[in-house]
């Protein structure tokens, strides 16, 4: 049986191609494909490319260190540098931290409690000269409610001196509300309520002459303020004020020196206070230890309210 046999083209341009999917290689001189290289070959191909590598990166990390070698000794010499003087700073110490034996404390201290501010002195007595604590003891001193600012410094060999600025206090506070004894304090000139345990003997009686201010919680600031502005236009006319009194929503009410006891209101504090002044000064100054309120929140005119026991005895007389 004989089969069909395809005739071969005897065109020498014709090329291999390649069918889909695959790709003709040539074939060596003796016609056969190359054998694939060993495991083994492989192997050591790879050793070879990994020390070259290797060889590489070392050649790289040499060359950097020749060109830095002199910034590496000097970082290391600054380095040895700091541990020796810290070493030294520490011989230094312990040799000479001698124990603190006086505190010294200037400033003009009028109100301060001695005996409070002794107790606080004596806590860095026999501390160390060099590591007590400043700036701790700074702050504890801060603390104490008569002292506005305090500054420290160490005096060779065994002192320490301490400047402190006091508190000023200019007038009473209180918060509305309840509980009012526990929010009772003072006021200094910029409204910052501090509230002392114990003052320096001789000076109740200046405390307790001092204004007493009556205003909304975390308002003090803005009741000192309005209580300056009222005491300006009472003071010219030579009235003295004793107690403001802010009331939550606004009202304002005023007791003098002379116990009379004047209302505002909430709005046109300043025009009904200038009302108030020209009545005051005009009519009602001779009569002052009568009167027991006036009431000054009217738009035209005032209202006053005679105190019943001065109305009873006149009355008794007539």
Same mark, same amino acid.
């Given at each position: 049986? #004989? ?24 074939? =060596? ?8 290289? &060993?495991?083994?070959?492989? $192997? ?13 990166? *070392? ?11 002199? /910034?590496? @000794? ?15 700073? #520490? ?8 124990? *603190?034996?006086?505190?010294?404390? &200037? =400033?003009?201290?009028? @109100? ?20 007590? +604590? ?9 603390? $104490? ?42 006021? !200094? ?13 001789? &000076? ?10 009556? =205003?909304?919680? !975390?308002? /003090?600031?803005?009741? $000192? ?9 009472? +003071?010219?006319? /030579? ?11 606004? /009202? ?5 020196? #002379? ?14 206070? +200038? ?24 738009? !035209? ?18």
């Amino acid at each position: 049986m #004989n089969l069909p046999v395809k005739k071969k083209s005897n065109s020498p341009n014709r090329k291999p191609t390649a069918r889909a999917g695959k790709v003709l290689k040539k074939k =060596g001189a003796s016609g056969a494909r190359p054998k694939s290289p &060993s495991p083994l070959v492989v $192997l050591r191909s790879d050793i070879r490319q990994a020390i070259t590598g290797l060889v590489a990166t *070392i050649n790289a990390v040499v060359q950097w260190l020749a060109r830095h070698q002199i /910034a590496l @000794f000097r970082i290391a010499g600054v380095t040895a540098l700091v541990f020796i003087v810290q070493g030294l700073q #520490n011989v230094f110490y312990s040799q000479l931290d001698d124990p *603190i034996e006086h505190v010294q404390v &200037s =400033g003009q201290l009028d @109100f301060i409690h001695e005996p409070t501010l002794k107790r606080q002195m004596e806590t860095v007595l026999g501390q160390g000269f060099f590591s007590v +604590d400043i700036d701790q003891f700074k702050f504890d001193l801060e603390r $104490l409610p008569w002292i506005d600012k305090a500054s420290v410094r160490r005096v060779w060999p065994r002192k320490i001196e301490v400047h402190v600025i006091e508190q000023i206090p200019v007038a009473h506070w209180r918060v509305n509300g309840e509980n009012q004894t526990e929010r009772m304090g003072l006021l !200094n000139p910029y409204g910052e309520v501090f509230a002392p345990w114990a003052v320096a003997e001789g &000076s109740e009686d200046y405390l307790s002459s001092l204004p007493r201010l009556v =205003g909304p919680k !975390n308002q /003090a600031q803005e009741v $000192l303020r309005e209580y300056a502005d009222i005491r300006k236009t009472l +003071d010219a006319q /030579a009235i003295a004020l004793q107690v403001l009194v802010v009331e939550n929503r606004g /009202a304002v009410s005023l007791t003098l020196e #002379n116990g009379v006891e004047i209302r505002l209101g909430r709005e046109d504090v300043t025009e009904k206070l +200038d009302r108030f002044v020209r009545v005051y000064q005009n009519y009602l100054r001779d009569k002052s230890e009568k009167i027991e309120m006036i009431d000054a929140r009217y738009t !035209n005119g005032i209202a006053i309210k005679w105190r019943l026991i001065e109305d009873a005895s006149e009355v008794a007389k007539g």
